[in-house]
C-alpha cells in the first residue's frame, strides 16, 4: 500500500459547525503532515507530527485542532471557521529520512465554508 | 532561509514540443530537491527527486540535475503530451531533522494537441 487516504474529498460547512478531516496511510511512516493550498498556490504547512507528538505548528488558528491517535490516522477537527478557511487541505506523510525518500500526498479534502 | 524561485507561467506548448521549467533554490547545507505534479482536482504526486550534487532524478520522460554550482533543477522533457497538463512544484527539504518542505509558487503547463 503506497497511498495516503483522506476523507470526505469534499466538505461544505457552516461557520458554526463541527467537522472532521481524516487521513490514513498503512506505509510505516512516522512523519505525517497537514498543508493548506489556496487556488493557484503552493501548499502551505500547518502542521507536523512525528512519532505521534506534534512537532512543528505554523502558528495555525486554534479552529484548527490536529490529532494523531496512531502512527497511521492523522485528524485535522474544524470549529468555528471562516469562509477564508475555503481550501484544499492535503494530507502527506514521509519516513523519517523525508529528504532522501520524498513526502507522499493525499488526493485533498476540498473545503468549502459558507 | 530556504526559498525556491520556479519560472512564471503559464506555459503552453503544443504536443510533442521540448519543455523546460527553470527551478532555482536558496538553501543552507546539502539541500534535498523535489518536482512533484498536480493534475487537474488532484493531490501532489512526486515526479522526480535528488538527494546530492549531480544526481539525476527521472521518471515518465521527465528529467532533473542537481546543479550545486548554479543552485538550479530545472525540469525538462523530450516531448510533451496532452497529458502532462498539469502545475509544476519545485521544492526543497534542507538538511537536519526539520521535516519541512519549501516549495515554489509553480508552473501551470497546457500542451495543445
Known amino acids: 500500500d503506497t497511498e495516503v487516504t483522506q476523507t470526505p474529498k469534499h466538505l461544505v460547512m457552516g461557520m458554526t459547525n463541527k467537522k472532521s478531516l481524516k487521513c490514513e496511510q498503512h506505509?510505516?511512516?512516522?512523519?505525517m503532515y497537514w498543508y493548506k493550498q489556496k487556488a493557484k498556490k503552493p501548499p502551505e504547512l500547518m502542521f507536523v507530527?512525528?512519532?505521534?507528538?506534534?512537532?512543528i505548528n505554523e502558528s495555525v488558528p486554534s479552529r484548527f485542532s490536529p490529532e494523531c491517535p496512531n502512527s497511521s490516522l492523522l485528524n485535522l477537527h474544524l470549529h468555528a471557521l471562516q469562509p477564508e478557511d475555503s481550501a484544499l487541505y492535503l494530507c502527506a506523510s514521509s519516513r523519517p529520512r523525508a529528504g532522501y525518500y520524498g513526502y507522499t500526498f493525499g488526493s485533498g479534502t476540498r473545503l468549502t465554508v459558507v | 532561509g530556504n526559498s525556491v524561485t520556479q519560472m512564471e507561467g503559464p506555459v503552453t506548448l503544443s504536443e510533442e514540443a521540448f519543455l523546460t521549467i527553470n527551478c532555482t533554490y536558496t538553501?543552507?547545507?546539502?539541500?534535498?530537491l523535489f518536482w512533484y505534479v498536480q493534475y487537474p482536482g488532484e493531490g501532489l504526486q512526486l515526479l522526480l527527486k535528488?538527494?546530492?550534487?549531480?544526481d539525476k532524478g527521472s521518471n515518465k520522460g521527465f528529467e532533473a540535475t542537481y546543479r550545486k554550482e548554479t543552485t538550479s533543477f530545472h525540469l525538462e522533457k523530450g516531448s510533451v503530451q496532452v497529458s502532462d497538463s498539469a502545475v509544476y512544484f519545485c521544492?526543497?527539504?534542507?538538511?537536519?531533522?526539520?521535516?519541512?518542505?519549501?516549495f515554489g509558487k509553480g508552473t501551470l503547463l497546457t500542451v495543445n494537441p
Open positions: 507530527y512525528s512519532y505521534e507528538k506534534l512537532s
Open positions: 506505509m510505516g511512516h512516522r512523519a
Open positions: 538553501a543552507t547545507g546539502y539541500p534535498s
Open positions: 521544492a526543497l527539504k534542507s538538511g537536519g531533522s526539520n521535516y519541512k518542505l519549501t
Open positions: 535528488a538527494t546530492k550534487a549531480d
